[in-house]
């Protein structure tokens, strides 16, 4: 072989070289699992993402691989890891009757997974809050349950003149839901921020859904004040994560609060007038009694005294207000 044939081979062999660098650049190392499951929980437990399940992908697992929750545990996280589908799974190790061995691809418990036979499953995480600290979980198989709200609705006023909310929750995870509690707070608006009243319901529970089924509760609310309005609904359940969701309304007047006469005038010593009482009806608080009266004739003062009565002031007995 010359000289130039052999320069001719360097050249080529260090141009393909080039082209193995440019192209390994462009296409980096595939990551494995272990890497891939701490990339989704370090988004998991960010707090727009918590209680939610997220789905990594179908991962490859080879047979006799070892995944420990030690080793995928971030700082400052408690984590475990389930195996959440039987056809592939065996009963959980601290769970095995005495000598009893695995005869499918994974044998677990909550501190581990070891592959027994080479499988591909979908895997997934969650997250939660659990007394401030990160409390996640990785589940390989089957989508665990997921507790989630679809709709949260404001169906109007009522006969008593309370504001009907109608809330429809589902379970989005291929596992049954149990032992879920839904929950709702009333927000006011106060200019730049909203404020959490001190009007109070009582939390829903909610026994069992199925995957994909629906349930639906209803709250009624009546705040005191007019005003703008938000609701947060939370539903959250045992190893089924939780979901929140929000809806603004406003308060207007009682739409079934109605004036019908003019009652009796009553003198009041302490201030030595006369209080002439006009009627109402449907009315939830003594102020809307007051505003209805208002309402309906502007050129007087109406003061509220109860539910049931407004009043405007006489001078003397004899003379109008």
Request: glycine letters at 4%.
């Amino acid at each position: 072989m010359n000289t130039i044939n052999v320069l001719v081979y360097a050249i080529a062999a260090l141009a393909l070289i080039a082209v193995f660098l440019a192209l390994a650049q462009n296409f980096p190392p595939l990551e494995n699992n272990s890497t891939l499951i701490k990339k989704a929980l370090d988004e998991a437990r960010l707090d727009p993402n918590l209680g939610k399940t997220f789905l990594i992908g179908a991962l490859k697992y080879e047979r006799n691989y070892l995944m420990t929750s030690s080793g995928l545990s971030l700082q400052g996280t408690l984590l475990s890891i389930e195996c959440t589908n039987p056809e592939y799974c065996c009963v959980r190790e601290s769970q095995k009757i005495k000598n009893q061995t695995c005869e499918k691809s994974f044998e677990w418990d909550y501190d581990f997974i070891r592959t027994l036979q080479e499988k591909k499953l979908n895997t997934f995480v969650r997250c939660i809050d659990v007394d401030n600290i990160n409390t996640c979980k990785v589940f390989i198989g089957s989508s665990p349950a997921q507790a989630e709200i679809d709709k949260v609705e404001n169906i109007g006023e009522n006969s008593n003149g309370n504001t009907e909310i109608k809330v429809t929750l589902t379970n989005s995870g291929a596992a049954t839901l149990a032992l879920g509690t839904a929950t709702l707070k009333l927000y006011k608006n106060a200019g730049t921020e909203w404020l959490q009243s001190d009007y109070e319901t009582d939390p829903q529970e909610v026994e069992m859904i199925q995957p994909n089924e629906k349930k639906i509760l209803y709250w009624e609310i009546n705040p005191v004040n007019l005003g703008s309005y938000r609701i947060i609904v939370k539903f959250e359940a045992t190893q089924a994560g939780f979901s929140e969701k929000s809806m603004d309304f406003n308060k207007t007047q009682n739409n079934f609060c109605k004036i019908t006469k003019i009652g009796d005038v009553i003198y009041n010593a302490q201030n030595n007038n006369y209080e002439e009482l006009h009627n109402c009806e449907g009315c939830n608080y003594a102020y809307e009694c007051a505003n209805a009266w208002s309402n309906k004739n502007t050129q007087k003062t109406y003061f509220p005294k109860s539910k049931d009565y407004a009043y405007c002031v006489r001078p003397t007995e004899n003379e109008s207000c």
